[in-house]
């Protein structure tokens, strides 16, 4: 992280429901991965992008391998998840969906249902160290790897979200978008909204994606990670907006990683612009906070400053996506009362 925002982002409560666990790493603890595998030879360089820095979105997915190869046991999975709810709460995140695609290794006896324990086990000892923040798990399923592998994927989520209390709430479609189609997952996905898991996919993050994403709204999916191909202007369709707007469907947008990954020229010509203008809830998140060097404070300051929005109209946006959340009603309440408490001191 390369600026820290200014005082009123920094104490707005935030709520964060677009950040893959893996991504969200930070420069502290890729430093005690790399001392606990000095024999990988990997530098910070090839961890994160820094201000000013682009690469293409195949030059990203390569950065989460390098990161992959760092985490690769329920300890490190354990330290990883700890430090990235640390860190959130620190940056005034009050509410956080975390995402991960549960792996599997054979020399460090990981297992993806180990991998799922191991996050649910960091954010049980947050709450029990009394930080302020409610943090849930979306399992994810890996675009590239098929029909079957989504399945189970859909199973282990299940499993979980019975044996947790409801702190595994849903799923995630991500990975690499270029990779696979979405036709091959839809009865995993038809599955899993069957038995009450709520669905976030990543949709038209790059261009003519338009038949799967007109595919996958048909579920439809209960909120849309980017959606940045969606609309006309974007080589997109008026129907596929249409079906956004009619089934009300929420989208996470994350600027820096769109600019930095470079599916979107400048932050200027970004689609929260689209979207928000015309009323639909657009809730703003990192995506990656590690691998993008941002933080949701400045994400939420980068919205502020490049769309002239004013801090009224940030609250509004912080606290609207409140109502986008996975966690029932109750913690949609609890979390208004939060911010209505708070708003005194952030507008002090
Ligand atoms: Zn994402």
Known sequence: MENEAD???RELPKVELH?????SVSVNTIEKLISRKPHLNIEHGMT???????RTLDECFQVFKVIHQLVDSEEDILMVATDVIREFAADGVKYLELRSTPR??????????GYIESVIKAIKNCKSEGLDIDVRFLVAIDRRNGTEVAMETVKLAEEFMQSTDGLVLGLDLSGDPTVGHGKDLLPALLRAKNCGLKLSLHLSEVPSQQEESNLLLSLPPDRIGHGTFLHPEMGGSQSL?????????PLELCLTSNVKGQT???YSKHHFQYWYQ???PSIICTDDKGVFSTNLSQEYQLTATTFGLSHEAIWKLSQQAIDWIFAPDAVKQQLKQK???MKPQVFK
């Open 278 to 280: 015309m009323g639909h």
């Open 264 to 266: 979107v020229p400048c």
């Open 104 to 113: 599997e290794e054979k020399r460090t006896g990981l297992t993806k249902k």
């Open 19 to 23: 950040a893959h666990l893996n991504g």
């Open 48 to 54: 994160a992008i820094g201000k000013g820095q682009r």
């Open 339 to 341: 911010w209505e408490a």
């Open 241 to 249: 907006v249409d079906q956004v707007v009619t089934n009300n469907i």
């Open 7 to 9: 005082a009123f982002y």
